[in-house]
């Protein structure tokens, strides 16, 4: 596509339930990176994606934080039993090589209560 | 110390101004480095990068990189109201292939 695209745009779960994050990110991007950004906060780097695989996932907070990435294109990032604190702004962002230009996806806002 | 710090601010100029935002940075990051800008409740969006002491300049923007006194800094010449937003200063974190980022200075530029 033209740009990243994640979806959805915003959303609002209860404490306890599941929750699945997409993103699609530009066509022909190999690297794909999740980042949160909570209140206040800067950036906080979540897992990272080369193709399909995920050399580093050192910033995922908990075993109830997971990603998958298919086919070199879709990442899924899932939450279960969601926390307030998972409450952020969940960022992906695609690259094609390693100049870290990141291209940013407009986010999905996260809201538990 | 964090890997990239920045003064959160905020940093309140007049148009037409020259709007000044820093960076500091440890010797736990690769010596390249990115500004991001971020309007309210969108996306951050690369805006300018360094990788050698020095100046580079594009448009009104001019970078700044001192590696001897590990800073950078992000000049904006001619500040305009559409200039406000946060603007992140990043860079790789040393080993990896992902950026680390500093926690964003807010401008706020008046008419």
């Known amino acids: 596509g033209a740009g990243v695209s994640q979806s959805p745009s915003n959303k609002v779960t209860e404490k306890g339930k599941d929750v699945e994050l997409r993103c699609d990110p530009i066509s022909g991007h190999t690297a794909l990176y999740w980042y949160r950004q909570s209140l206040g906060q800067g950036l906080e780097f979540l897992i990272y994606f080369q193709g399909n695989s995920a050399p580093d996932k050192s910033g995922l907070p908990s075993d109830r934080f997971s990603a998958e990435r298919t086919g070199g294109s879709v990442s899924t990032l899932t939450i279960q039993r969601t926390q307030q604190e998972d409450s952020a702004v969940y960022l992906c962002?695609?690259?094609?090589?390693?100049?870290?230009?990141?291209?940013f996806g407009s986010g999905t806002r996260l809201t538990v209560v | 110390q964090k890997e990239v710090e920045q003064n959160s601010g905020p940093l309140s100029v007049p148009e037409g101004a020259i709007a000044s935002l820093n960076c500091t940075y440890s010797?736990?990051?690769?010596?390249?480095f990115f500004w991001y800008r971020q309007y309210s409740g969108k996306s951050p969006e690369l805006i300018m990068s360094?990788?050698?002491?020095g100046d580079k300049e594009d448009g009104r923007f001019t970078a700044q990189l001192n590696k001897a006194s590990q800073y950078v800094s992000l000049l904006i010449r001619d500040s305009q109201p559409s200039d406000s937003a946060t603007y992140l200063c990043?860079?790789?974190?040393?080993?990896?292939?992902?950026?680390?980022f500093g926690k964003g200075t807010k401008l706020t530029v008046n008419p």
């Open positions: 962002a695609s690259i094609q090589g390693s100049n870290y230009g990141y291209t």
């Open positions: 010797d736990r990051v690769s010596q390249s």
């Open positions: 990043a860079a790789p974190q040393g080993g990896s292939e992902k950026l680390v």
């Open positions: 360094i990788y050698s002491n």
